[in-house]
């Protein structure tokens, strides 16, 4: 068993925050609430790919960390076959939970309309089964797509992919990192919109070995003056506007990897105490949860916000919206922590 790095679980806890954040402003902004700029948006990136390249390259370098290129993992080999079962575990249980909505949502449309299909081909459900409805519906394909947007599908292809990309950079690191390095900046020349250059196989291949690099070497980011550099990057990628073509989703992973390098470095301090520390390690283990339930949670909870204070003629400003976000974030966390524990139960019948 690898012991667990705290230093990566704080990491992980600002991934889950600004997630959360980004689309929290991101749909109040959309209907027209004012919203305050929490983590949301900069000059130059946005805060929901800072939290999507951080928690990638968090699964890629902690899956290097455990299991090598599996013929050399830590403990002992590991077949394909387990390896596989163990990311399927991990993965899928949680989603076919939150899922089983979707049924329910069927059977409404059926009940209401007589069209049970109403949203999709009902074969797209098959999507839905391997977890890619969300990550297909970024191109335009019609899904039931519930919970967890497009990031399920992007970490399943990362994680059948693992093998062969750990097999490979374990031969050859840097040529491994570079080629990844030239064809993720090559799809910088796609007309694509900006979010979606985020979800591009290149680009999740890229990050994800990226991790592999950054956790192998985590002890020389604990130099101060690495730390330092990497500070005064982020500040500058943050609120300095940088004219130019360069595509913002670049300007993210550069920050991310600044904010990665500082947060790593600036951790052990935060840990030192106590209720920090104990925080951190049950907040943690929930992040999958959370990036699953998270945008449906803000929908959702949204709607019910826009009813009561429609109820009591409350008018929204951007402090009260700011109370909500503390309140959602906290409904978020009890949520994902439902599902955790419901998904730990289910687990002990296999």
Known sequence: MIKRIQELDVLRILAMLFVITYHFAVEYGFVGIPVM??????????????????????SGGLLYKKYGDLSNT???EISLQRFYKKRALAIYPPFWILS?????????HALTDGNTFALAHPLTLLLTLIGFDGYVKLYGVSTYAFCGD?????????????PLLAKVYRKAPIVTL?????????????????FLLSAYPFTLLFKFCLGFALVENLEKLRSSRTAIISAIVFIVLSFIDIPGSLNTDCFGTIAAIALFV??????????RNKAVGTSVQKIAPLSYCVFLVQHVAILWSQAAYIQLFAKLHLRFTEWNVAALLA????????????????TRKALTFL
């Open 74 to 76: 830590p403990s002992k």
């Open 262 to 271: 500082f947060g790593f470095y600036l951790a052990p301090s935060l840990l």
């Open 150 to 162: 497009w990031f399920v599908g992007a970490i399943v292809f990362l994680y059948l992919l693992y």
């Open 37 to 58: 700029n929490l983590f949301c948006t900069t000059p130059n990136y946005d805060f929901g790919n800072v939290a999507v390249t951080i928690f990638l390259i968090l």
């Open 178 to 194: 570079s080629v990844l390095t030239v064809l993720y900046a090559l799809q910088f020349w796609i007309p694509a919109p900006n």
């Open 327 to 342: 309140v959602t974030i906290l409904l978020i966390l009890l949520i994902a922590y439902l599902l955790n524990k419901v």
């Open 100 to 108: 089983l909505y979707i049924p329910f949502s069927l059977l409404r």
